[in-house]
């Protein structure tokens, strides 16, 4: 806006000598008295403009404050109170006594040296990817057929999918408790109705696969809506145009979704995917309601690994020293994630 004003009063000022020189005697009351030149308002117009954005900088950094203060304040903190927690030795008779026994990294050399650990780590890697791939795959169909279904049974089926999400986790792992329960469950009775006799009064919850199929069932159940709306929201932002086009060009669904809805939408499936990895990864609630990480302990993950080592067997630094190996092995997969989207961006920048 400085420079503006400038330019035009440069425009604007009076010219009355040869060729654009002004008249010596405007321009020598004019020096006699201090009148600054259309040159020194323009070189002193500059810092003002520093002057008058530095504010302007400094607002962004203002308005995130409170949120970094409350980060560190609730996140922070507790972190660097487990960490502290993670070298001691810290049990029950420690707790009562309040003694502080510093035992080093002897926790995480223990731990990583335990068998137990590296079950665990890969079962919740293999748990992890299992779930995540199913609700994609699921999530996504979901979404598309949103996208084709008319007015009324879209908003039925949107209503039923909200519901769904809305439930508290507690409250909907209870309603799954009772349909897979082995005496009284609705599962059992209707696989006996149709004909699978044996099923009767199976234990869902006695072995270790049919335990994870209920908690899997129970996972996707619940993050299906996420996926399924937003995806559903976004297939909207992409013009009817290139559907149009692809479909006189002879197209199928599968190379309509190839060619049209997928690239079009890739940064929603990419972020998508690095959110179900967290909330599938840290999955507590479901698995530990459902039978506390059994039977015989066969279907931990590390968050109930964590707590069992912790706050069951009182083995408080020990609890600590595994949430905080947990913490480093989904950053490791989020990284590894991650790489591989920058790298596959980059492959298509460059093909591009």
Same mark, same amino acid.
């Given at each position: 806006?400085?420079?503006?004003?400038?330019?035009?009063?440069?425009?604007?000022?009076?010219?009355?000598?040869?060729?654009? &020189?002004?008249?010596?005697? #405007?321009?020598?009351? =004019?020096?006699?008295?201090?009148?600054?030149?259309? =040159?020194?308002?323009?070189?002193?117009?500059?810092?003002? #403009?520093?002057? &008058?954005?530095?504010?302007?900088?400094?607002?962004?950094?203002?308005?995130?404050?409170? &949120?970094?203060?409350? *980060?560190a304040v609730f996140l922070g903190w507790p972190m660097v109170r487990n960490l502290l927690l993670s070298f001691q030795n810290l049990n029950m008779k420690e707790l009562i006594q309040h003694l502080t026994d510093w035992r080093g990294t002897g926790n995480y050399q223990e731990i990583l040296g335990s068998e137990q650990f590296w079950r665990v780590t890969s079962r919740t890697v293999v748990f992890t990817a299992v779930n995540v791939v199913l609700i994609m795959v699921l999530g996504v169909l979901i979404g598309l057929l949103l996208a084709r279904l008319g007015t009324t049974v879209r908003l039925v089926l949107s209503a039923a999918l909200v519901l769904a999400w809305a439930m508290p986790v507690i409250a909907a792992t209870t309603v799954f408790q009772w349909l897979f329960d082995s005496r009284y469950g609705v599962v059992n009775w209707v696989l006996d109705r149709l004909g699978w006799h044996s099923m009767a009064h199976?234990?869902?919850?006695?072995?270790?696969?049919?335990?994870?199929? $209920? !908690?899997? $069932? @129970? !996972?996707?159940?619940?993050?299906?809506?996420?996926?399924? @709306?937003?995806?559903?929201?976004?297939? *909207?932002? !992409?013009?009817?145009?290139?559907?149009?086009?692809?479909?006189?060009?002879?197209?199928?669904?599968?190379?309509?979704?190839?060619? $049209?809805?997928?690239?079009?939408?890739?940064?929603?499936?990419?972020?998508? *995917?690095?959110?179900?990895?967290?909330? $599938?990864?840290?999955?507590?609630?479901?698995?530990?309601? !459902?039978?506390?990480?059994?039977?015989?302990?066969?279907?931990?993950?590390?968050?109930?690994?964590?707590?069992?080592? =912790?706050?069951?067997?009182l083995h408080f630094g020990m609890g600590a020293a595994i949430s905080l190996l947990t913490i480093v092995v989904l950053l490791a997969m989020t990284a590894y994630y991650l790489r591989l989207t920058f790298k596959q961006e980059q492959q298509e920048e460059n093909g591009l």
């Open positions: 806006m400085a420079v503006q004003l400038d330019d035009a009063a440069d425009k604007a000022a009076p010219r009355t000598g040869k060729g654009d &020189a002004p008249s010596a005697r #405007r321009g020598g009351r =004019g020096a006699g008295r201090g009148t600054p030149s259309v =040159g020194a308002r323009r070189t002193a117009s500059a810092p003002a #403009r520093r002057a &008058a954005s530095a504010p302007a900088r400094r607002t962004p950094y203002l308005l995130l404050l409170p &949120a970094l203060l409350a *980060t199976y234990d869902w919850v006695g072995s270790q696969l049919s335990t994870f199929f $209920v !908690i899997t $069932v @129970l !996972i996707v159940w619940q993050s299906l809506p996420f996926v399924a @709306l937003n995806l559903y929201a976004a297939t *909207t932002t !992409i013009p009817k145009e290139l559907y149009e086009a692809a479909r006189m060009d002879g197209a199928g669904t599968w190379q309509v979704f190839t060619s $049209v809805t997928f690239p079009f939408l890739k940064p929603f499936f990419l972020a998508t *995917t690095f959110l179900e990895i967290i909330w $599938v990864f840290k999955a507590f609630p479901q698995i530990f309601a !459902i039978n506390q990480g059994g039977p015989d302990r066969l279907t931990e993950t590390l968050p109930i690994y964590a707590f069992t080592e =912790g706050v069951g067997n």
